[in-house]
């Protein structure tokens, strides 16, 4: 495994991966930990997009939550992101990731299901998802298509950074519930080739097509990364 933010020689620096070995029964605390409290925020930031509430009201809030903020701000992390926590055995924490990050109330949260075909996600894009009145936004639904091909590529063994990320919005997405999902169509050499959708009820309202490509600094990382076992 490559170590935290290190320099892999020859000039290859990889920024956002830590080494941090839980126990089953730490990393089992953190993560009911985590959970818990995303969810209370994600609640809050739903609440702030919807309350009709007084002046008063909203100034008593403000007070809670700056006292919030102060608790959570005790301790910190040592760095400015959460990045990719591992253990040794290759599993993985990405608790900061802005679509997925158990630990960050702006993701859906969207939770990833895969097969040997695909990955998909079903989840609720509420009022803090709002583009056009009533509608999802545009950008939204590129992030949710973004993170599910990304995924299913990296699930299907072939990971990359986005390179070109093509979208095509067919209809409108009503705010509520949604499924994305997203298959690895074809690899050639570092690049991956993926497509996928996202539908409502009503039927497909996204779809697009990604090239992931494995960058430089992977490529040199002698398929440590690549080779990482699964999510926690
Ligand atoms: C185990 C390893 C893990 C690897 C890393 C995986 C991370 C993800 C893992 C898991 C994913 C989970 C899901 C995540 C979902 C969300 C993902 C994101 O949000 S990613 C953030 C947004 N994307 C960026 O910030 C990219 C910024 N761009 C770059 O870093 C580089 O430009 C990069 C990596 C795309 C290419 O740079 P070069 O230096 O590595 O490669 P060059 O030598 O320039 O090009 C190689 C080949 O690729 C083509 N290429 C380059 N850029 C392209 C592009 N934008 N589109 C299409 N092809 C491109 C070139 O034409 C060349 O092709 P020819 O070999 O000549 O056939």
């Known amino acids: 495994m490559v170590a935290a933010d290190g320099d892999r020689g020859a000039g290859v620096t990889v920024r956002g991966y830590f080494n941090e070995d839980l126990s089953p029964a730490e990393l089992e605390h953190r993560t009911r930990v985590a959970d818990d409290l995303t969810a209370d925020v994600r609640r809050l930031v739903s609440a702030t997009v919807l309350t009709d509430t ?3 009201s909203v100034a008593e809030a403000r007070r809670h939550i700056a006292a919030a903020t102060a608790a959570l701000q005790r301790r910190t992390l040592d760095s400015d992101h959460f990045g990719i926590r591992y253990n040794s055995d290759g599993s993985r924490r990405h608790w900061g990731n802005a679509m997925v990050g158990r ?3 702006i993701a859906p949260p969207m939770v990833l299901h895969h097969d040997a075909e695909r990955t998909w996600a079903e989840f609720e894009l509420g009022a803090q998802y709002e583009g056009p009145g009533g509608l999802v936004h545009g950008g939204v639904l590129a992030c949710v298509l973004d993170q599910v091909l990304g995924s299913a590529a990296e699930h299907a063994g072939a ?3 986005t390179g070109t990320l093509t979208i095509r919005y067919r209809r409108a997405t009503p705010l509520g519930p ?8 074809r690899v050639e050499g570092i690049k991956s080739y993926a497509t996928g959708s996202v539908s409502t009820a009503d039927g497909v309202t996204v779809e697009a097509e990604g090239v992931f490509i494995l960058p430089r600094w992977a490529r040199a990382a002698d398929g440590d990364i690549r080779t990482a076992g699964g999510d926690a």
Not at 178 to 185: F, I, K, Q, T, W
């Open 159 to 161: 990971p990359g950074m």
């Open 54 to 56: 007084d002046d008063d």
């Open 178 to 185: 949604v499924r994305a999902e997203g298959r690895l169509d």
């Open 103 to 105: 630990r960050n109330p």
